[in-house]
């Protein structure tokens, strides 16, 4: 039945309708309009549209109108990008949002005077964040609930490309003037790093504050605080967004705080100083944090939870178990649970630090071992490392959290610039439990692009070496085998030696081998030598032209002993007797190649 505010019959004579279905299909068949009927989508949608722009839709019934609205968009990309809502020769209205409110887009017919609109197309699977900051930029946006790419074929047809998808509209932000790359972005660290106790807080509110009907499985739990671990946060003293050709600063209803999402990278970008953070701008921070970590449905919690920290009167930064407690409402005992229950994620961060402690402590890394630790939390292994601060190469605060964000113990290892030869004596020392780290595979692709880039000048000296031999039409069976200078290897033990290859080092390791090949070292200079494409060219016509006179020698040697004369048949390389090699003079090479 369709709404009371947009009636297209009587009800009386609509309800005598619904109880005769053959009338109904007559008065259809004469073009009346069926309520709910896919083939009669789009000129519902173009009836909507009519009946916002004429004021029947009141502001009580504003609800509903959208949501029967998308409805219609989504019976109308139903039957295809072929659909036609707004005929060309019609004037219609499309209904898009705009900075909030819904507003009735004029499209008048085709050769009319009013410029063509621009409109972008969204779905609730768009990021909401970008579809907010459309709204604050006062972007036209239609909103549908499906088929956002055909809905966008659709209107394409009749406004060209003024219309765009929200998928393919990307928003930059600038830090300070300067466009922020969350791949690349120097001044971004991990947000657990500023805020150590905020994984405990997280899981407190996830396990703790939830509605008695609803239980969050180990997996999501999990999920959510990998989510979290890998959030990062940036401060500037000035953020502002590009979005189109426009760039404003930040909305007010944001605080000063922009989430920015990313598959590796999901950064919170915050407009103010690191020691300016405090209790608003944590309140701020906890809707666009439960975003970023996939945990819309608890926005609010976070936002309740953050708001408790007034409570405390120490700063943000330093909030202890106990204080977590009384800001989630949960006893000591409880938080003392969660933290074991959350510790087993600490597990692959020790695996990574234990051997760099290991090599700066020696046995007093033990509490560290990841097979037997006695660090309860992220906090306590901060507080220890800072107990041993004197004896660390780095701040432990900066070396746990390069732990953290490191995938493996190489990527830790070139960050703390410890170099690769001291790591893996410490490794080697270990009983076995950690591999060497070995960069022999990349080292290998590095040294090859180094030897393609030089190939040329290394063909010329092996040219220049064997030059003299070559003049005098020496035979010189091993020069293809020579010639192959893709064959030449880095030293194998520089994988686990030697921190990174200088073209000084890979030079070197060229002419060690290039002299263990010849005997010598070959000369960098002589004699102006031919393209090794031409040499090549008149190396095989030389070839062809001897090819006649050499059959006719080992068809004359094969009958003086008696040897049988193989018949013509497929093309195949044969074997050349040695007694006819002996007597066939090679063929005169001009240079070589």
Known sequence: MPPRFASLLAKPLRDLLDDDPAALRRLASLGLGVWGRDTDAPRLVRHLGALFHGGAITEAHAAQFQNTYRAAWA?????????EPFPPNTRGYLVVNVGGSSTALPLEPDGGDQETPEVVVASREDEQSLLRLMA??????????????????????????????????????????????????????????????????????????????????????????????????????????????????????????????????????????????????????????????????????????????????VPVAQLSDDDVAEICDVTAADIRTMARRIQSPLQPVLHRLY????????????????????????????????????????????????????????????????????????????????????????????????????????????????????????????????????????????????????ADLMAAQVEEQLEARLGGRPPTSGPSLPRRNDCARANAELVDTAAGRLAKLVRAWLERHGRPIPRRGPMRRRRV???????????????PC
């Open 75 to 83: 019976a109308c990309a139903g039957l295809g990008a072929e659909a």
């Open 355 to 502: 051997p760099v402690l290991t090599h700066y402590l020696d046995e007093a890394a033990a509490p560290f071992d990841p097979d037997s630790p006695s660090v309860e939390s992220e906090q306590d292994a901060r507080d220890r490392l800072a107990a041993l601060a004197d004896r660390l190469g780095h701040e432990p605060n900066q070396l746990f959290v390069a732990a953290l964000d490191a995938p493996t113990l190489a990527v830790l290892q070139q960050q703390l610039k410890i170099p690769v030869r001291e790591l893996n004596a410490t490794l080697s020392g270990m009983g076995g439990r950690y591999p060497l780290i070995d960069y022999s595979m990349q080292y290998a692709e590095d040294f090859a692009d180094y030897v393609r880039a030089q190939r040329d000048w290394l063909l010329d000296r092996l040219r220049w070496h064997r030059w003299d031999r070559f003049s005098a039409s020496e035979p010189q069976p091993d020069w293809p085998q020579l010639r192959r200078v893709e064959l030449l290897a880095p030293d194998p033990r520089w994988g686990t030696t030697v921190d990174g290859l200088s």
């Open 577 to 591: 007797p040695r007694c006819a090699r002996r007597s066939t003079r090679p063929a005169r090479s001009t240079s």
């Open 136 to 313: 604050d930029f006062g972007w036209r946006v239609l909103e549908v609930d499906a088929h956002p790419e055909t809905v966008t074929a659709i209107l394409r047809r009749r406004l060209g490309d003024r219309v765009s998808r929200a998928s393919g509209i990307a928003p930059v932000v600038l830090l300070d003037g300067h466009e922020f790359d969350p791949t690349a972005a120097a001044g971004a660290r991990p947000i657990v790093g500023v805020l150590p106790w905020l994984p405990l807080f997280v899981a407190t509110l996830l396990e703790h504050q939830r509605s008695q009907f609803s239980r969050l499985g180990q997996r999501a739990f999990d999920e959510t605080l990998d989510a979290l671990r890998r959030v990062r946060i940036a401060f500037a003293g000035t953020v502002e967004v590009r979005l189109g050709e426009e760039t404003r600063r930040l909305p007010d209803r944001l605080h000063e705080v922009l989430p920015v999402p990313h598959a590796e990278h999901p950064t919170l970008i915050v407009e103010g100083a690191e020691p300016d953070l405090d209790c608003d701008k944590l309140e701020a921070m906890a809707e666009p944090l439960a975003y970023l970590i996939g945990r819309r449905d608890y926005a609010r919690t976070l936002r309740w939870a953050a708001e408790r920290t007034r409570r405390i009167v």
